[in-house]
């Protein structure tokens, strides 16, 4: 699927967004038996497009897709997207063509699909995919979760820190209830999944092309690359502390579903 990616006035629409989509989602067995964990649906659309939507509402218009466990459904996708999803006009014959009438026709996306290797660690992923990186910057993101972040003022966080990387700390949802207790015999408060007080790696990085120098074929992406990101000060935090929520469990799967017919979608920012 290709479009214009240069939208005047658009200071992100050269940049492009690479979004890691070649796990397996172990976790997730019954949903990714036959599909890639970024194809289970949340409502009527697969996790990819909502992501896409998210980068797309600030602007983004390229996409590198980190492609490995059954890449061809998302090819697939990719390449049926528009008539899929809309009211089409097919016309037949020496020089066959379609319409696309209404709907997201007008999405000027532009979408790269790599071929990252079937068991390639993260890191290793984003490292093969360097020569469809123009540019100084680039955006970084897992296949799996969604937030109400406003990517545009990542961006410009990332830019006036000046350093190589960005990682968005989130807060999650503690998966267990919490027990206080001042004596160690009697509960004070129960609170139910609270939010965690620390935070933690939410993907929707930024980076430099001098990123590609930490990476080697065979890196896991929040291992060896970030931790000697950090160690050389070149990575900076932004905090999100609305909205993020990860796919990793068949009851995330469940939760995300439920709150999408219940009306509740935070991180439907477009």
């Known amino acids: 699927m290709s479009g214009s990616s240069s939208v005047p006035g658009n200071p992100l629409a050269e940049i492009p967004v690479v979004i890691l989509c070649g796990g397996m989602g172990m976790r997730l067995a019954g949903e990714t038996e036959f599909k890639p964990k970024p194809m289970v649906r949340v409502g009527p659309h697969p996790m990819l497009w909502h992501i896409l939507k998210t980068y797309s509402a ?3 218009r390229r996409f590198i897709l980190c492609l490995g466990y059954k890449m061809e459904v998302i090819k697939e996708w990719v390449l049926n997207y528009q008539v899929m999803d809309n009211d089409f006009t097919m016309h037949l014959g020496r020089e066959a063509r379609y319409e696309v009438h209404a709907g ?5 996306w532009q979408i790269t699909c790599a071929d990252t290797g079937q068991d390639t660690m993260t890191g ?16 970084a993101t897992y296949g799996d979760g969604l937030a109400d972040i406003d990517i545009r003022d990542l961006f410009d966080f990332h830019v006036r820190e000046g350093r190589i990387g ?14 206080e207790s001042a004596s160690g015999r009697r509960v004070d408060h129960f609170r139910e ?19 590609f120098s930490y990476l080697d074929p065979h890196c896991v992406l929040e291992r060896e690359p970030l931790v000697n990101l950090a160690a050389a000060g070149q990575l900076s935090l932004y ?30 920012v477009w």
């Open 166 to 179: 960005t990682v968005t700390g989130v807060k999650p949802d503690s998966r267990f209830g919490v027990i």
């Open 104 to 108: 997201n026709a007008n999405e000027s």
């Open 193 to 211: 999944k609270p939010q965690l007080d620390s935070y933690v790696s939410g993907g929707f990085f930024v980076f430099r092309r001098e990123f």
């Open 124 to 139: 290793g992923r984003i490292q093969r995919i360097a020569p469809y990186v123009t540019g100084e910057h680039f955006f």
């Open 239 to 268: 905090r999100h502390d609305g909205f993020w929520k990860s796919m990793d469990t068949y009851r995330d799967f469940t939760d995300y579903n439920d709150m999408w017919k219940r009306g509740e979608t935070p991180w439907k």
């Open 58 to 60: 600030f602007g983004c």
